[in-house]
């Protein structure tokens, strides 16, 4: 018999995600992402959300749908350059952005995953990373004085191990994760198509409820054990998408000759 527990549908399975949640977002660019759950997300009137991710989409797409329905107040990300209403947001003191070396921010996602509490790292020692000074949030008219409203990053924790100075950084573990996946069975292990593999086992991992697109869901037992890339324990709620959805995956950056 196939269990199918795990099975709904994309505006059941975001419909009682709370405001003020943090959400830890698959894909890379507009690759891997969760397009349908964050549309149907979109679409509520809980906000207030902090999303974790590797970076904030495009205008449109990604978390540039939650950016345009102003249901974001904070994001943890690593690359943030595609997306105008994010700049424009940030710029004009709207929206709290704390910028993570990139694989900093990928095993603060593994870590929060794996029970780990904090890591140290030699990435980002040096720089206002570690030292502080970056403007997370912009205060009145653009201020970056905290008595405007201004939020600046403070300094980190450093050590010396192995004769390296190394930052203390902290896992991250999120209400909610959002992934996208190729294929899942009912029991909810995963396999995700090659590079949109990217954040988002990482994204799964680190959510105390984890909802996952699928383009095909099958029975347990088709996927052969080392064939998938992130067990069934981490995972809560499945989405199966119709073909039109599995299909919808726009090139971010086309050039021609």
């Known amino acids: ?90 710029l004009e003191g709207e929206l709290e952005v704390e910028l993570t070396p990139q694989g900093t921010l990928a095993e603060r996602l593994r870590a929060g995953g794996s029970g780990i509490g904090a890591f140290y790292t030699a990435a980002g020692v040096g720089t206002p990373v570690a030292d502080g000074g970056m403007v997370w949030k912009y205060g009145a008219d653009g201020s970056e004085d905290p008595a405007d409203g201004a939020v600046i990053s403070p300094a980190k924790e450093t050590r010396d191990i192995a004769g390296r100075t190394q930052v203390l950084e902290y896992a991250i573990t999120a209400d909610i994760a959002l992934v996208r996946a190729e294929v899942a069975d009912t029991a909810g292990n995963l396999r995700f198509h090659e590079t949109a593999r990217n954040f988002n086992p990482l994204a799964a991992m680190s959510g105390r409820i984890c909802i996952v697109e699928a383009e095909k869901v099958v029975p347990v037992g088709d996927l052969a054990p080392d064939d998938i890339h992130l067990p069934g324990i981490y995972v809560h709620r499945i989405v199966e998408l119709t073909a039109e959805q599995a299909a919808d995956k726009p090139i971010e950056k086309e050039t021609t000759r």
């Open 1 to 90: 018999m196939v269990n199918t527990r795990k099975l709904t549908a994309a505006a059941e399975a975001v419909a009682d995600i709370p405001d003020g949640a943090t959400l830890a977002v698959g894909g890379f660019g507009v690759c891997g992402i969760p397009q349908v759950l964050l549309t149907e997300l979109s679409r509520r009137d809980s906000g207030n959300f902090e999303a974790v991710s590797n970076n904030a989409g495009l205008d449109g797409r990604g978390l540039g749908l939650l950016l345009a329905t102003r249901q974001l107040r904070r994001i943890v990300a690593s690359y943030v350059g595609e997306n105008k209403e994010f700049a424009r947001q940030y």
